[in-house]
């Protein structure tokens, strides 16, 4: 397991030990006036901030699935892909969504869509049996169905106005921002289109 990853997990129960009874979540959610007031760590803490155990499990267990599952050896460029992630998800949400100004932002959805699509990319990438050997069409094909899906759940949550499988939760999930998805596959894009142009 990369050390990273322990990282994660151990900031996934810090920043939730509200849920134990044991902090103030408020401490650690973004709220641009807070973060404009000096309080800066929210912009590191609040990915990892949920507001339910469901949330908490249904957001951790996709980011590090998919973190975890990224064909990327390098960890800078993995990190990279994450914090472009954050940043676009942060950026679109401040810049589509007020809302946020009251009720602030938190989760680590829009990361995981942004991997979603960093792991499609991969996937219509992925060469078989060596990185020399031709493209794998079963790969390709699941690669380009993956980042369709991804693209299309963005836009289809945009022009709803909500969460595409809402209806679906067995838990609060609080009040999605769902514009933070999008924002993360746009960051992580940005972040693929600069590591791909640094390779070649």
């Given at each position: 397991?990369?050390?990273?990853?322990?990282?994660?997990?151990?900031?996934?129960?810090?920043?939730?030990?509200?849920?134990?009874?044991?902090?103030?979540?408020w401490k650690w959610t973004f709220?641009?006036?807070?973060?404009?007031?000096?309080?800066?760590?929210?912009?590191?803490?609040?990915?990892?901030?949920?507001?339910?155990?469901?949330?908490?499990?249904?957001?951790?267990?996709?980011?590090?699935?998919?973190?975890?599952?990224?064909?990327?050896?390098?960890?800078?460029?993995?990190?990279?892909?994450?914090?472009?992630?954050?940043?676009?998800?942060?950026?679109?949400?401040?810049?589509?969504?007020?809302?946020?100004?009251?009720?602030?932002?938190?989760?680590?959805?829009?990361?995981?869509?942004?991997?979603?699509?960093?792991?499609?990319?991969?996937?219509?990438?992925?060469?078989?049996p060596t990185s020399a050997g031709?493209?794998?069409?079963?790969?390709?094909?699941?690669?380009?169905?993956?980042?369709?899906?991804?693209?299309?759940?963005?836009v289809l949550e945009i022009a709803?106005?909500?969460?595409?499988?809402?209806?679906?939760?067995?838990?609060?999930?609080?009040?999605?921002?769902?514009?933070?998805?999008?924002?993360?596959?746009?960051?992580?894009?940005?972040?693929?289109?600069?590591?791909?142009?640094?390779?070649?």
């Open positions: 397991m990369a050390p990273e990853v322990l990282a994660f997990v151990a900031l996934l129960g810090f920043a939730n030990l509200h849920l134990l009874g044991l902090a103030d979540p709220l641009p006036a807070s973060v404009l007031a000096g309080e800066w760590w929210r912009l590191l803490t609040h990915p990892f901030l949920h507001v339910s155990a469901y949330h908490l499990a249904l957001d951790g267990a996709a980011f590090l699935l998919l973190y975890t599952g990224l064909r990327e050896p390098r960890r800078a460029h993995r990190l990279g892909y994450m914090l472009a992630a954050g940043v676009g998800s942060l950026f679109v949400s401040l810049w589509v969504a007020p809302v946020i100004w009251n009720i602030g932002l938190c989760g680590l959805s829009g990361i995981a869509h942004g991997l979603m699509a960093v792991t499609s990319l991969e996937l219509i990438g992925a060469r078989t031709p493209r794998c069409k079963v790969l390709y094909r699941l690669g380009w169905l993956c980042f369709i899906g991804v693209v299309g759940k963005c709803l106005g909500g969460a595409l499988i809402a209806a679906w939760h067995l838990g609060s999930v609080g009040f999605p921002v769902v514009v933070c998805h999008a924002g993360g596959v746009l960051g992580a894009l940005v972040a693929w289109l600069l590591i791909s142009g640094q390779r070649r």
